[in-house]
Nanobody
Framework: QIHLTESGGGSVPAGGSLRLSCVAS????????MGWFRQAPGKEREGVAQ????????LYADSVKGRFTISRDNAKNTLYLQMNSLKPEDTAMYYC?????????????????WGQGTRVTVSS
């Protein structure tokens, strides 16, 4: 059974930083692209970042480029999202996802499994 468990959310002032983590189990972690999505209240879900299997190529939403960094530790089956220079518009529930096998696109249609989410609140 696949499990994705996020942690690290919280409340920070604008300009602050947070690091999200996601521990994965139930599948060969290093064989899959992993990523983060987010959903703000009243808004559609948005792909934030993807880190691909094999060469760890990364993709980012334009809204977070230069501020967020996605990384993975295959030895620990753990995914990270370092978020710096946070803005109030980053406030959302953040979800860890496993993409379908072979995926190299940051698209919701290619997200196969989802965690329960961790909440991030950025105050102005």
């Amino acid at each position: 059974q696949i499990h994705l468990t996020e942690s690290g959310g919280g409340s920070v002032p604008a300009g602050g930083s947070l690091r999200l983590s996601c521990v994965a189990s139930g599948f060969p972690y290093d064989a899959y692209s992993m990523g983060w999505f987010r959903q703000a209240p009243g808004k559609e879900r948005e792909g934030v970042a993807q880190i691909q299997f094999g060469d760890s190529t990364t993709l980012y939403a334009d809204s977070v480029k230069g501020r967020f960094t996605i990384s993975r530790d295959n030895a620990k089956n753990t995914l990270y999202l370092q978020m710096n220079s946070l803005k109030p518009e980053d406030t959302a529930m953040y979800y860890c996802v496993r993409f379908r096998y072979g995926s190299r696109r940051l698209r919701e249609a290619e997200a196969a499994d989802w965690g329960q989410g961790t909440r991030v609140t950025v105050s102005s």
